[in-house]
């Protein structure tokens, strides 16, 4: 049996498997006389180098581990089949990085105009480039990155129904999940850290609340609709004050927020635009991004591919957005080169039209022979002021409009490399 299962995870294997019964998490899953399982597992070194000293005593270095593996199993002529993505960082000075998580567990079931999914799952919602306000099924991550891309596994019910006039999903979300930040040590990172602990609720189910939601997409021509509706505890949490040891604490309101995507595509052109109404977290507010990518299909007569990228970012919030895209004009460039090894790089510039703070952001990746994947990231903090003393935050005497200055010094390259089995 050992030597069998060592020969799964040296790489995916489709492996036959005698009649017996595995506990999955919630479920009894019975597998039958030649059923067929698949496994893929990564591993992957991350190096992150900053430029200069950080403005809060963090280390110019940093070097992380990840793992991760991806078990899928199909029966039922594939009607029905389990998902299972675990996957674990060690991190040399965060330990709030250092965890890991469930990406996927679940039970999916198809039918033709019909598929039921339960369990714990990742949904993204959102057409746009550089922010996607509609995405509130799952929880961020910003212990992994600035952008909060990377989302935590949501415990969920989802049935979705496939018709002529278009696919309408329903969820029921048991749970709430903290948003995880950067520790003491990471970096970058607010001026003050903020911790996960003692988080505070609205609901008096606290972190047991259920949620739910529902999503109607349609596609009429060369248009794309997406209308949703979620109902329950916020995912991003409203700051609450401040503990003994000087970290900020959160709060987790009942929000209702109302989500629209559109896009058009013409030719070489896509036309997106994204907007939520939210009420619940404060005063009922109002956010929109949109903009447009131009595609030069086969540039200098070669297979490369060349976009242009603008967006505009809106808040009405003003200044009181806890965020820094409320009023950030984006412009970027896509290449992609269509090879063999998947070689692609994506530059972003955003500048907010009343501070002048910019944010260059640089994403390209490339995978070498069969098994490996290397990913470059670079960020870099232009204009933002100097980074504010934490004394001075205490004491009141910062500018709150300068959302990026806790960040000045804090230019980094990213190098991760990734080993497929």
């Not at 979705?160 to 979300?173: A, K, T």
């Not at 970027?332 to 692609?344: C, E, K, M």
């Amino acid at each position: 049996m050992i030597r069998r299962l060592m020969s799964i995870l040296r790489g995916r294997r489709s492996v036959s498997m005698p009649s017996w019964v595995l506990l999955v998490g919630p479920f009894f899953l019975s597998f039958t006389a030649g059923a067929e399982v698949e496994v893929d597992w990564e591993l992957g070194t991350e190096v992150r180098l900053f430029a200069e000293d950080a403005s809060y005593g963090q280390a110019n270095q940093n070097v992380s581990l990840r793992g991760q593996v991806e078990i899928y199993y199909a029966w039922n002529d594939g009607m029905d089949s389990i998902e299972f993505t675990p996957w674990y960082v060690i991190d040399q000075q965060d330990e709030k990085r250092t965890h890991g998580d469930i990406q996927e567990l679940a039970w999916i079931h198809v039918e033709d105009e019909w598929e039921l999914r339960v369990g714990i799952r990742k949904v993204f919602w959102g057409v746009t480039e550089t922010a996607h306000l509609v995405d509130i099924i799952n929880q961020s991550d910003f212990s992994r990155g600035l952008d909060g891309e990377d989302k935590l596994g949501q415990p969920m019910v989802n049935l979705s129904m496939v018709r002529d006039w278009g696919i309408l999903d329903f969820f029921i979300l048991p749970g709430h999940r903290k948003r995880i930040y950067p520790g003491e040590e990471g970096r970058p990172r607010s001026a003050l850290v903020i911790t996960r602990d003692g988080a505070t609720y609205e609901s008096k189910d606290e972190d047991r609340s259920v949620s739910s939601a529902v999503r109607w997409q349609v596609s009429l021509d060369d248009w794309e609709f997406g209308l949703s509706h979620f109902h329950g505890t916020s995912r991003e949490p409203t700051i609450a004050g401040m503990n003994d040891e000087d970290e900020l604490l959160t709060y987790y309101p009942e929000i209702d927020q109302t989500g629209l995507e559109a896009q058009y595509i013409a030719g070489d052109w896509i036309w997106k635009f994204e907007s939520i109404v939210r009420s619940g977290q404060g005063n009922q507010y109002t956010a929109a991004t949109g903009g447009t990518e131009y595609t030069q299909l086969g540039i200098f007569d070669s297979d490369a591919d060349l976009g242009w990228i603008v967006e505009y970012n809106f808040d009405d919030r003003g200044s009181d957005a806890p965020h820094s895209s409320e009023r950030d004009v984006v412009v970027g460039t896509r290449w992609t080169l269509n090879d063999a090894a998947d070689s692609q790089a994506l530059m972003v510039v955003s500048v907010d039209t009343e501070t002048s703070e910019q944010l260059w952001s640089l994403e390209a990746s490339r995978r070498f022979y069969d098994n490996w994947f290397v990913t470059v990231d670079m960020y870099i903090f232009v204009d933002t002021g100097d980074a504010p003393a934490v004394d001075d935050i205490l004491a009141g005497d910062f500018d709150p409009e300068e959302k990026l200055a806790a960040f000045s010094r804090d230019d980094y390259l990213q190098l991760e490399v990734v080993r497929y089995f």
